[in-house]
C-alpha cells in the first residue's frame, strides 16, 4: 500500500506555485525557505518519495528541484545522510524598521522577588511527578474541575491550616497559574459586586495595581508610617489589598492594631480583604506571623503562591476563597482549567510526601546565612546604611543617607549589579514621607555567585 500523506516522512510546507511550472515552483519554494531562515542550516528535508506523496506530484520533480538547489549550494546531499539544508549563513527578511539592541545581562542580579533557580529541587520534583502521573485517574488529564485537582486542594488545605493558621475547606480553594492570575480573576468579580477602589499600600508592585486598574478598579494609596501601612482610614472601599505577614517591600508586619481594624472595616462595610502571604514560610528569628485570614474566613481572601518556595516558572497559586465568594469566582475563571494538571498533581504528591516541607526548612537555612552575611557586611564597610526588614522573606531594606538613592542605583548599574530603589515600588499616589532605600534581594544569585554580588553591592554603597 502507497505511503500516505499521514504516515510518510517529515512534514514540510511547501506552497509550489508559479507561472514556470511545478518543478520551478517547488525549487522557488524551497529556496525562499531556506534564505529567509525558514528552514535553519542542517534541517534534514523528506526524501523525494515522502515530499512527492504529500505534495501531490511526480517523485523526478522533487528530485530535479532538489538537484538544482544542491547544484547552487542551498541544499547538500550524501549517500546515507539525505538531503539536507547547507551549512550558510542565513539574513534575515528587511523589515520597516530595526530592532533595538538588548542591553546586556548584568553581572549580579539583586532584584527582589525571586529564589535561587539553582536550588530548585529537580531530583526529588522529578520523582514526585512520576509518582504522581503513574497514580493518576485517566480522567485527571480531562478539563476537570475549575478549581484544580482535588488532590492539591485537599494537601494545600491541611498544609495551609498546619503552618500559616489558614482555615480551608478544599471546596473553597481554588488554583491559579500564581499570583497575577488570581488579580485577572478577582478584579473583575470584584468590580461585578459594585466595587469601585481597592485599596493598596503606598510600597509595592505596580504590576499588581495595574492589573486592579485592568479591571476598572481605582487603587488609592493607604498612609504609610513608623508602625507600616495605616488602615484606620479606610472607608467606602470595596476590598484593600495587603502584605500582611512581611510587607512589601518595606519588611514589616502589619501592626496588630492595624490587623485588627482592618478585618473590623471589612465586617462594618461587607468589603473583602486580599491578604498576599508571598513569603510567609520564611521567617527566621520567631515564628511565622499567622495569616490573617484565621481572624475571620469570610472577609479574607487568602492568597499565596509557590514562586518563593520551589521556583515561578512552575506557574502554581492558590486563592482561599469566604465561601459567599466562591461561585463567583469559579465562574470568573471559567469552565476550562488553566493550569497544568501534571504540575497540580505533582505538587500535591510534594506536599503529602514532606518534600516541600524539606524543601522549605532547607531554603530557610540558606537564605538566613545570606541575611546574615548582607547585614554583617553594610555593617562593616558601610556604617551610615541601615539594614532593615530582615526578619522574614528573601529581602532586605537598606536604608540610605537622604538623597542618595539616585546615585547608588546608578553606581550599581555601573558595576553590573541589578538591584531596585525603593522609589521604584512606591505608589504614585503616597503621601507617605520619601525615603532613600535599596530594595536587595539576596534569595536571587546561586550560591557560587552570592559573595560576588554581596561584593559588589557593598562597593557602591556610601
Known sequence: MAETWATSGVDLHLEPAGPGGLRRGLTDALRDAVR??????????????????????????VGEAYADLVAEGWLTARQGSGTRVAERTVVPPSGPARRPRVPPRPTHNLVPGTPDLA??????????ARRALTAAPNDALGYGDPRGRIELRTALAGY?????????????????????HA?????????????????????????????????????????????????????TEGAVLLTPAHQFPMGMPLHPDRRATVVDWARRTDSLVLEDDYDGEFRYDRQPVGALQ??????????GTASKSLAPGIRLGWMVLPPA????????????????????????EFLTSGAYDRQVRASRLRYRRRRD???????????????????????????????TEPSVVQAAAWQGLALHGLSFHRHPESVAEPLDALVVGYGTPPDSAWAGALEALCRVLP
Not at 41 to 60: F, V, W
Open 119 to 128: 536550588a530548585f529541587p529537580r531530583a526529588e520534583w522529578a520523582r514526585a
Open 160 to 180: 495551609l491550616a498546619r503552618v500559616r493558621g489558614v482555615r480551608c475547606d478544599p471546596d473553597h480553594l481554588v488554583v491559579t497559574a500564581g499570583f497575577s
Open 36 to 61: 529567509t531562515g525558514r528552514l535553519a542550516p542542517g534541517t534534514r528535508l523528506p526524501s523525494s518519495r515522502a515530499l512527492a506523496a504529500d505534495l501531490g506530484i511526480a517523485r523526478n520533480t
Open 325 to 348: 465568594l466562591t461561585r463567583e469566582v469559579i465562574a470568573a475563571k471559567g469552565h476550562v482549567d488553566t493550569v497544568g494538571v501534571l504540575e497540580q498533581l505533582t505538587l500535591a
Open 183 to 235: 488579580l485577572r480573576i478577582l478584579g473583575p468579580v470584584l468590580r461585578a459586586r459594585g466595587a469601585d477602589s481597592v485599596a493598596v499600600e503606598s510600597y509595592g508592585l505596580d504590576a499588581y495595581w495595574g492589573l486592579l486598574q485592568a479591571a476598572g478598579l481605582a487603587t488609592p494609596a493607604l498612609p504609610w508610617d513608623e508602625l507600616g501601612t495605616d488602615t484606620g482610614p479606610l472607608t
Open 373 to 403: 552575611a548582607l547585614a554583617a557586611a553594610v555593617t562593616e564597610r558601610a556604617p551610615g546604611v541601615r539594614v532593615t526588614g530582615v526578619a522574614a522573606g528573601l529581602h532586605a531594606l537598606l536604608r540610605l543617607p537622604p538623597g
Open 294 to 303: 484565621g481572624l475571620d474566613p469570610d472577609r479574607v481572601v487568602y492568597l
